[in-house]
């Protein structure tokens, strides 16, 4: 391939991507009591300059319908160069736009990329534009519409189609769609497909953890110049407002039902490119760590910075971005061999400081490897004094406690505040916001979070039945200043209680997301009622993440082992077992002189015990230790420990489920020292 053949068809292909990234726009027009915040849509695509005999093509615009299965007509365009087709028609792309938009919405995208010598294809999607019926929200149904599309484009050979050589693409909606209609029975007879910001598990993405988004109540919401429902669907924010769990168990049952797709994700055999965003507002990242070693077909992947649903923007990851698609076109449209399936499958990039003009930097890497597998959960305890440390609160016989209020007055509804955008005199009047902030010491080192953070809550609750827990996570700067990276979320929508609540334990996963911690900084978790940030004013405004619970109540958090956060931290994997030395003065330590003056074997908490319990222990100075249990008979019946330890406080779980009732011993040997102490398991 000469220079300026190279040349030509990476102009063709940047033109594209352009039309792609227009894909993520979605233009939020709802009920007029509900206001949605501006700059949601303040990015628009970049076009690069055009160069003379750059597009040798004249397009010519055909507006035409397709009549679907059930005579639903769905309105449609095509653009193509005004000259005969070359051998085999022209390499031939249909676009898919995001929820609630229609065809016009990428028409110029798709003429300008047909002079380059491209047949293109767009249409509005079913109870959307001027295409007729009622929408179903992204589902099977406007899946198998997609198929009847695909077939009438491989048909229209009069007009040089290249029916062995379509591309389909679009983010959110318009990638979801592809990849559930090459998944489903009769498959996509396409060459290639885009998916990007579109996860198989999308519709359990928006209401993950029993919390429902804010970005669901808006696509619910739109009124009917935007995208017109079906019954179900026009129902779902009637639920959402509901705040009753028999409506909530509607949502959790109906939402998912014929959108997620993971379950028949392994049946696609078409090539895929995946891309997701880290800051990704509507779907979780998560659904494609946790997934992605489903797909079967040629695949390329990249989650970091991508442009659609909040995402941040990094000039030097678009180039990156430009490369990359245009390898895969060459490799499936082109026929030209390329690195695009070669090279590492799982392409990533790292949020880090510095922050640029109200953004991380982009810092890019892969694996070979799944990104879930490539790190180790590094465990931060919630400690007294709201410290994070790398062992447990130490105080076991009577744990101490933080209170989490959800102060909601006046009878006041989620419907009220979302009218009022969460903010002004009402909403500051009925409803409380509580924050209780959590920090480790200084980073001795960088530190790279990859994967998906979770969290475990030990709690009693008085809010009935809904109670909410949101975690934020922030990087604090050795100045003082601090940037939001991530977060967790999580609402028992079963809290019910007679006359005395019940203890809970539960764990939660949060969103997926990497990030490099700097040397100096320390990591804030922050807990509270409202998960809203100043990062994402520019797409929520003054909205949270998701909306809260308006049951007024109390949550008391037990500061035991049952409370931590597990950050997936690479450096961790293999040289830093449990974070040890990656904070400066607290080496797993508990006691704030972090370097106990003595050897300790604490009683165990609790004692008696079924079946676990927790063995608390001090070193005084680095010694192989081991911690030993044993029976009546003197007989070992187990070893806890036998490592070397540096100075510190530890506590070491003992879980006797296959052991009779009775007394036990266990015995601390760290070089000369030794004590031994006794347990009952009550059965």
């Known amino acids: 391939m000469n220079a300026i053949t190279s040349q030509f068809s990476k102009k063709q292909l940047i033109s594209l991507l352009s039309g792609l990234l227009f894909l993520f726009v979605t233009v939020y027009t709802t009920t007029a009591q509900v206001n949605i915040p501006g700059g949601i849509n303040s990015w628009k695509p970049n076009y690069l300059p055009g160069v003379p005999g750059d597009n040798p093509y004249t397009a010519v615009k055909t507006d035409f319908t397709i009549t679907m299965r059930d005579g639903i007509v769905i309105d449609c365009l095509k653009w193509i160069p005004d000259a ?6 022209w390499p031939t792309v249909i676009m898919v736009h995001g929820y609630g938009d229609h065809k016009g919405t990428l028409s110029e995208f798709c003429r300008q990329q047909a002079e380059y010598g491209y047949y293109t294809m767009t249409f509005s999607v079913r109870g959307q534009g001027l295409s007729g019926g009622l929408s179903n929200l992204i589902s099977r149904t406007e899946a198998m519409d997609l198929q009847e599309i695909v077939n009438f484009v491989r048909n229209d ?26 998944s489903m029975p009769g498959g996509l007879n396409v060459k290639a497909i885009i998916n990007s910001v579109a996860p198989p598990n999308f519709a359990s993405s928006w209401i993950e953890n029993g919390c429902v988004k804010m970005t669901l109540l808006w696509t619910v919401e739109y009124t009917p110049d935007t995208a017109r429902y079906n019954g179900q669907v026009n129902r779902m924010s009637d639920w959402i407002y509901a705040e009753n769990k028999q409506y909530w168990d509607s949502l959790a049952y109906w939402l998912p039902r014929d959108r997620d797709f993971t379950s028949i994700l392994q049946n696609n055999t078409v090539p895929l490119l995946v891309e997701a965003s880290w800051q990704d507002k509507f779907f979780n990242s998560d659904g494609w760590l946790q997934n992605i070693h489903l797909v079967n077909s040629p695949m390329s992947s990249y989650m970091g910075a991508v442009q659609g649903h909040g995402g941040e923007h990094s000039l030097t990851e678009d180039q990156w971005h430009m490369d990359w698609f245009n390898n895969f076109f060459f490799q499936n449209l082109w026929g030209m061999q390329t690195n695009i399936f070669t090279i590492d499958k799982y392409q990533y990039a790292s949020t880090t400081a510095p922050v640029g003009t109200n953004a991380w930097t982009f810092v890019h890497d892969s694996s070979s490897t799944l990104l879930k597998n490539i790190s180790a959960n590094t465990r931060l305890y919630f400690n007294s004094n709201r410290r994070l440390r790398t062992t447990a609160n130490h105080n076991w016989f009577l744990p101490d406690v933080d209170i989490l209020n959800n102060d909601v007055r006046n009878n006041y509804t989620i419907q009220e505040a979302v009218y009022e955008e969460f903010t002004g005199t009402e909403f500051n009047a009925n409803f409380k916001i509580d924050n209780n902030i959590y920090e480790t010491t200084a980073l001795t080192s960088d530190v790279e979070m990859t994967g ?9 609750s008085t809010a009935k039945p809904f109670v909410q827990f949101n975690f934020q996570v922030y990087e604090v700067f050795p100045n003082g200043t601090s940037r939001f990276v991530t977060r967790l979320n999580y609402e028992d929508r079963n809290n019910n209680y007679n006359f005395l609540p019940s203890r809970k334990q539960v764990t939660f996963r949060g969103q997926g997301h990497s990030h490099i911690f700097k040397a100096g900084s320390k990591i804030r978790i922050n807990m509270t009622n409202l998960d809203r940030t100043t990062e994402d004013a520019a797409f929520f405004g003054t909205n949270p993440f998701v909306l809260p619970s308006m ?30 030395g990656l904070f400066a003065d607290d080496n797993g330590v508990v006691s704030e002189n972090n370097v106990p003056n003595k050897f300790e074997l604490q009683q165990n908490y609790p004692n008696p015990f079924n079946p676990n319990t927790v063995i608390s222990y001090s070193i005084a100075k680095a010694e192989n230790v081991q911690i030993k249990i044993y029976d009546m008979l003197g007989k070992e019946v187990q070893t806890l420990v036998n490592e070397v330890k540096n100075p510190g406080s530890y506590n070491v779980m003992f879980n006797a489920q296959n052991l009779s009732s009775g007394v036990y011993f266990y015995r601390l040997t760290a070089g000369s020292f030794t004590d031994i102490k006794k347990m009952t398991l009550v059965k």
Not at 84 to 89: L, M, Q
Not at 452 to 460: A, F, N
């Open 84 to 89: 005969p087709a070359p051998a085999g028609g």
């Open 157 to 182: 050979t009069a007009s040089g189609v290249g029916r062995d050589k379509i591309l389909i693409m679009g983010g959110s909606q318009g990638g979801a769609l592809p990849l559930m209609a090459a």
């Open 551 to 580: 049951k007024r109540g109390n949550s008391i958090m037990l500061l035991t082992n049952n409370f931590y956060i597990d950050l997936p931290i690479v450096a961790a994997g293999s040289n830093r077992p449990n974070g040890e």
């Open 452 to 460: 998906t953070p979770s969290i475990k809550i030990d709690y009693i």
